[in-house]
């Protein structure tokens, strides 16, 4: 589908293939006020805007967009606003949290190595 693949500016590549992925199944539903093939490509920009504001991390985001198309898909008659498919992606999964000790030897060391880099800036 060349309209949809050749979103013009789009942010980033993943969030591009995710929307345009979408934009195909909801294309092959034959839904009521689908867009006319002209606008297909305006229309695919638009999407992208819209959901390219609330995702920014692949690895957090590519399965949102998809899941939210994908819970879209039962619901609907005729074609969708984009914020009908926000509104379905499932929140970001949370990032664990990073455990790091830092031993009383290197916290000395990293106290005694700022101190040394403090003085040194105060000297120029």
Not at 26 to 47: G, H, K, V, Y
Not at 60 to 72: M, P, T, Y
Request: hydrophobic share 40%.
């Amino acid at each position: 589908m060349e309209g949809v693949g050749a979103i013009h500016e789009s942010p980033v590549h993943w969030v591009r293939q995710e929307v345009a992925e979408g934009l195909e199944a909801l294309l092959a539903l034959r839904l009521r006020n689908s867009p006319a093939e002209d606008m297909i490509e305006l229309t695919a920009d638009i999407w992208l805007r819209a959901i390219g504001q609330r995702v920014s991390i692949e690895q957090l985001d590519s399965h949102r967009i998809r899941e939210g198309f994908h819970r879209l898909f039962p619901k609907i008659r005729e074609w969708p606003a984009p914020i009908q498919v926000i509104e379905l992606m499932p929140p970001r999964k949370p990032v664990p949290a990073i455990s790091h000790t830092i031993s009383a030897e290197q916290r000395a060391c990293n106290k005694k190595m700022l101190t040394e880099l403090v003085n040194k800036s105060c000297e120029w």
